[in-house]
């Protein structure tokens, strides 16, 4: 019924790597990409409007437009490798959100946005991996008005006791793909002056390590055994579909304000790519994934290529086995992060690119 993991080599070899991989000190990235540590400001013309997004560190992100707050892939309890590496090799029920840090991330980002809880109009779960998806029924239980939670198929049977299913919608209920022929329907949020039209698009998801993708698969049927607050493995957090997202900040005369592009897995090009079934508009900002980046050779070279983002933020680029902290992060387990940075097409893009330390905000002139 599922598929936990794919070996398609030794798993041994593979895990005492994984377990082993160090993770490089942040001076490694060149220092021709300054990280933006707290705050930072994005300006993209004309700049006379004004937004806030916050990393929230692994592929979190918080969007505040107007009222309009959108949680993406909330992550904080941050459970350390030894306990991960266990649930892997052994299967151990030892993962689980942490209140204390889940209260922790939440004031970060209070202390940054005003009225944050009252204005989330959505939480959207990019795939179902512990490291996105765990948190967000604590997150949702944490939220006094209840907002939507949009996630795949598999993370919805992961949920089924865990989030009020009157509260859950399944992405792929709304997907487009560079596969799918027919113009696609976006989620449409409102907000004071206009509405934000939300594209989820079919991508993908590199391994973690080479021959060994951790946690594959899909729950299939709702799990009727969960419990908040109970310890889970990382089995019960498999992925299911990787979604991409387009956000289009859309104003009261229907015209795109600013087009905000996120994919925090890298991948294979084209998955993940807008295609041709959603409106035609440049992606203003690209929030995209470093982690497990070198198992796409293309990536993101392609990506950049293709969309030519005006601006970009990497994501998923520091170590979340260590604890949520404002302190300085580490680079991300089993991936030359400072390699990343001085490939070709990331390093010709330095001038236009942010590498925000988890909590950071940046406010979005455009
Ligand atoms: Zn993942």
Request: net charge positive.
């Amino acid at each position: 019924m599922m598929n936990k993991l794919r070996f398609e080599g030794l798993l041994f070899p593979s895990m005492i790597f994984f377990l082993a991989a160090c993770s490089g000190s942040l001076r490694k990235i060149p220092e021709t990409f300054r990280p933006i540590e707290s705050s930072g400001l994005i300006t993209v013309p004309p700049g006379y409007r004004s937004m806030t997004i916050q990393y929230l560190g692994a592929g979190g992100l918080y969007l505040l437009n107007d009222d309009s707050g959108i949680l993406i892939d909330p992550f904080f309890s941050n459970p350390n490798i030894f306990k991960v590496g266990a649930s892997l090799l052994f299967n151990t029920r030892n993962l689980g959100s942490r209140p204390k840090m889940i209260s922790l991330g939440m004031k970060d980002i209070n202390s940054n946005q005003a009225k944050f809880a009252g204005h989330v109009k959505a939480i959207f779960v990019t795939h179902s991996h512990y490291d996105h998806l765990m948190d967000v029924p604590a997150v949702f239980g944490k939220l006094g008005n209840k907002p939507m939670v949009y996630l795949n198929r598999s993370g919805y049977n992961t949920c089924y006791k865990l989030i009020d299913t009157n509260k859950m919608i399944v992405l792929e209920e709304h997907m487009t793909s560079q596969y799918h022929g027919t113009p696609s329907k976006p989620i449409v949020l409102k907000r004071k002056k206009g509405r934000v039209n939300i594209y989820p698009i079919l991508a993908d998801h590199n391994p973690h390590v080479k021959h060994l993708k951790a946690f594959d698969g899909d729950v299939t049927k709702p799990d009727t055994n969960k419990r908040l607050g109970r310890k889970t493995r990382g089995n019960d957090w498999l992925e299911g579909n990787t979604f991409s997202f387009v956000i289009d900040y859309i104003d009261e005369d229907g015209v795109i304000e600013l087009r905000i592009f996120i994919q925090s897995s890298s991948c294979n090009p084209v998955a993940g790519f807008p295609p041709e079934t959603i409106p035609k508009h440049r992606v203003d900002i690209a929030f995209l994934g470093v982690a497990s980046y070198k198992f796409s050779p293309m990536y993101p070279a392609e990506l950049l290529d293709t969309m030519k983002p005006k601006k970009i933020v990497w994501i998923h680029w520091e170590d979340f086995f260590r604890r949520y902290s404002k302190k300085k992060p580490r680079t991300v387990r089993s991936t030359d992060v400072p390699d990343f940075f001085i490939k070709e097409k990331v390093a010709g893009r330095k001038d236009d690119s942010y590498v925000p330390w988890p909590g950071a905000t940046f406010e979005i002139r455009y």
